[in-house]
C-alpha cells in the first residue's frame, strides 16, 4: 500500500511538472512559429525537455505493467497512455519547428527513445488484446 501510494505521489510531480513544460512549450511556439532553426542552447533545452517527457512516458508505463491483473491497471494504463501521447505530440511539434540539420540532430540524439517508448507501448495494448 505504501509503495502504491509513494508511486502515486511520483506521478503527481511528474504531471505538474509536465504541466509547466507544457505551458513553457507553447509560449515558446507562439513567440517563434515559423522558425526554421533554433539556437543551439535552445536546441539542446528541447532536448531536455523531450527527456523528461521520455522520462515520465516510461515511468507510466513502468507503473502500469507493475500493476497489471491490479485494480490499479486500467487507471494507470490511462496515465500511460496519456502521457505517451503527450511526449509523441511534443515531440512531432518540435520537429516541425526545426530546419532539416536541427531535426537531424534531434532525431540523433532522442529520437530512438521516442521510437522505443512507443512501440513499447503498442506492445502493451496488444498484450491486452491477448488476454
Known sequence: MLRRLLS??????????????????????QQQPYSSSIKK???DKEIERMTDLATIAKDEMDFAEESR???YYN????????????????????????????????ETRIGMRIKEIQNAYEIMTLNDLEE
Do not use: G
Open 69 to 71: 491483473n491490479s485494480v
Open 8 to 29: 502515486t505521489h511520483t506521478r503527481i510531480l511528474f504531471q505538474l511538472k509536465l504541466t509547466n513544460s507544457q505551458t513553457r512549450t507553447v509560449v515558446q511556439a
Open 41 to 43: 542552447a535552445d536546441l
Open 75 to 106: 487507471e494507470d494504463k490511462q496515465a500511460a497512455h496519456k502521457a505517451v501521447d503527450e511526449m509523441t505530440i511534443a515531440y512531432n511539434e518540435l520537429l516541425q519547428r526545426l530546419s532539416a540539420e536541427d531535426k537531424k540532430a534531434i
